[in-house]
């Protein structure tokens, strides 16, 4: 057990340390399993050889990932050019609610809140999440030129499968797990973006995109996506009350159908991971991988517990990921 403890560190050591090619690699065979399905079927309905269904289905990835660079990359934009009227909203905001305060008889330092509003470098935040989205996005070329690899060899692959079926059971698993998310998370994403279009909020886009993305991410996702509105709503001065509550009540609410009904009435438990184990392996990857890695945390959980449960040492840890404590045998002989 100890060297299993000690190969475990050196194992996150290097899962960090290999972070630039790791999580490419993985969010390129995470895109294997999205791709696959049209190139099945332009092979088998239009006929076309594998590499022209190759280079059709990774030409459609690229061009839903330049939507997806261009809407996020505008609407960076146009935060950085309205950086400084939703400061003076906010001051305004922070004004008022300190009049109402001290109107009702409480104390509040807003002239202190509002000088360190006032050195709060809001420019230069947002220009690091620009740069940030521009390193996700420079390293499209790394993930689809692995995808390339990846769904070429597909083939022999298919043709020589494993003996004992662990390939054939994690595939199965993993294809349903991104199959049922993607499906979930764009139907999410769609219903945030018309619900905040008709409200009138501003990068409505945006957040049904970011909405569609932190899907992925169990539990503590749904809540972000839920809450990020919010800043804008408050320092918005053309939003009124009933939109600006609205605008969080009802993405909330779309979140908690498709997150407690939807979700477990379609996928059951597909994966066989509880939900603390899950909830280890958001802060786990996390920490290794940063945002990608919590996108990613549940499916490779899934895979290291499929593969600790071939091995009769480890069996005990993979139940334990699963949720199933067995008491051990107390009877004396």
Not at 147 to 171: F, H, N, R, S, T
Not at 186 to 199: C, E, P, R, S
């Amino acid at each position: 057990m100890c060297l299993v403890v000690l190969a475990m560190l050196a194992t996150g050591a290097a899962l960090y340390w290999l972070r630039p090619v790791m999580v490419p690699f993985v969010l390129a065979l995470m895109l294997t399993y999205i791709l696959r399905p049209p190139m099945a079927w332009m092979m088998t309905r239009l006929h076309a050889p594998r590499w022209l269904a190759v280079l059709a289905a990774l030409g459609a990835g690229f061009l839903l990932l330049s939507l997806g660079g261009v809407v996020v990359s505008r609407s960076v934009k146009t935060l950085l050019g309205n950086a400084d009227a939703y400061e003076a909203q906010l001051r305004t905001a922070l004004t008022q609610g300190a009049a109402w305060l001290q109107a009702q008889g409480v104390t509040f330092g807003a002239e202190a809140v509002e000088r360190q509003l006032a050195d709060a470098p809001v420019g230069k935040i947002l220009m690091r999440l620009a740069n940030t989205l521009i390193d996700l996005l420079s390293n499209t070329f790394l993930v689809l030129v692995f995808a390339v690899y990846l769904l070429q060899g597909g083939a022999e692959a298919e043709a020589d499968p494993d003996d004992d079926g662990l390939w054939d059971k994690i595939d199965g698993q993993i294809k349903r797990y991104v199959n049922l998310k993607i499906g979930l998370s764009a139907g999410t994403g769609v219903a945030v973006w018309l619900i905040l279009t008709v409200l009138g909020i501003d990068l409505a886009m945006v957040f049904g995109v970011l909405a569609f993305v932190l899907n992925f991410i169990p539990n503590v996702g749904s809540v972000v996506a839920t809450l990020l509105p919010l800043p804008l709503v408050l320092v918005s001065a053309d939003i009124s009350t009933t939109a600006a509550v609205l605008a969080i009540a009802l993405p909330g609410a779309v979140q908690m159908v498709v997150g407690n009904v939807l979700e477990p009435k379609l996928a059951g438990d597909s994966l066989d991971l509880h939900p603390i184990t899950v909830l280890l392996a958001l802060i786990l990857w996390g920490t290794l991988w940063g945002m990608t890695g919590m996108l990613l945390a549940t499916p490779m959980t899934a895979v290291a517990r499929l593969l600790l449960d071939q091995s009769e040492l480890m069996h005990p840890i993979a139940e334990l990921m699963a949720g199933r404590v067995t008491k051990p045998n107390t009877a004396r002989t």
